[in-house]
């Protein structure tokens, strides 16, 4: 199976249609495949059009061709130093069509607008297909307590999970917990929350932070706390991350409303404002 570092080295060949016919299938399927080498392949194609678009057609100076046989006849008398090319004098065209790769390079790639949707992060995607198993009630619960307190204690005393579920901030006069189940994110451990209001379910799954990695997209604010937004057909889902936990918070509610459940303070134990019906 072809790798990464396979395709790079064969990239302007595959273009250029220089390979041989097993050679080049095998290495269309991986591109197919793999995001990463669609990218370096569109880079490749596009420095090449513009390099073949935007320079001009230089005619060689009168005397070129005498030159350079001068040039090959005293060869064995240059220097090892003298051979190194970055010690060169370096033509006009080279030098500009160097500049002008380099520039597009820099546009095109260090430039790039970030995206404002997160729809295709892993974290995401997950925090989705969670959210619509619980709404198809295809989700057992492995705690039912409404007692946000009650929960919390229950879930880290169970030592299920290798970290300590906190809870955010939120109004439980607005926000009220169903239950709470054992899940799996990014292919690790997560605990997954079921919320409801006003009718709406809302989902809250969070996971360890360690080696999940955050894509370069813009950010939205709210309590001081930076936070992922990610359409998916009528569901939102928001990401934040707070003391070394990652928190995907899923519904249909308008983003003004899910994002009440973003705090900057975590409860782990007793400080969770309680629903007075509970307490009664």
Aim: hydrophobic share 35%; proline share 6%; with cysteine.
């Amino acid at each position: 199976m072809l790798k990464c570092n396979d395709i790079s080295e064969r990239i302007s060949a595959w273009i250029d249609n220089k390979l041989e016919s097993n050679e080049y299938a095998e290495l269309a399927q991986h591109i197919k495949e793999c995001p990463s080498c669609q990218a370096k392949v569109s880079l490749e194609q596009y420095t090449k059009m513009m390099v073949k678009t935007k320079l001009p057609l230089v005619s060689p100076p009168t005397g070129l061709y005498e030159k350079i046989t001068n040039n090959l006849k005293v060869k064995s008398r240059i220097s090892w130093l003298e051979r190194i090319p970055l010690l060169q004098p370096i033509p006009l065209t080279t030098a500009l069509a160097s500049l002008i790769v380099l520039f597009l390079i820099y546009t095109t790639w260090f430039t790039q607008p970030l995206v404002t949707d997160v729809a295709d992060w892993e974290v995401c995607k997950d925090a989705i297909h969670s959210h619509e198993l619980d709404e198809q009630g295809k989700f057992i619960m492995d705690y039912t307590e409404s007692n946000p307190q009650v929960l919390v204690q229950l879930v880290n005393a169970s030592h299920r999970r290798d970290f300590n579920m906190s809870l955010p901030n939120y109004n439980t006069q607005k926000f009220e917990i169903k239950g709470c189940r054992f899940c799996e994110m990014c292919k690790k451990p997560s605990i997954y929350l079921s919320f409801q209001r006003q009718g709406h379910l809302i989902s809250l799954e969070m996971l360890d932070a360690t080696h999940i990695k955050f894509p370069k997209a813009k950010t939205q604010n709210v309590n001081g706390v930076p936070y992922y937004r990610g359409k998916y057909e009528k569901d939102l889902v928001l990401i934040w991350k707070k003391n070394n936990l990652v928190y995907a918070i899923t519904s249909d509610l308008p983003e003004k409303e899910l994002a009440e459940m973003i705090s900057p303070e975590m409860s782990s134990r007793t400080n969770i404002p309680t629903h007075p019906a509970i307490n009664s």
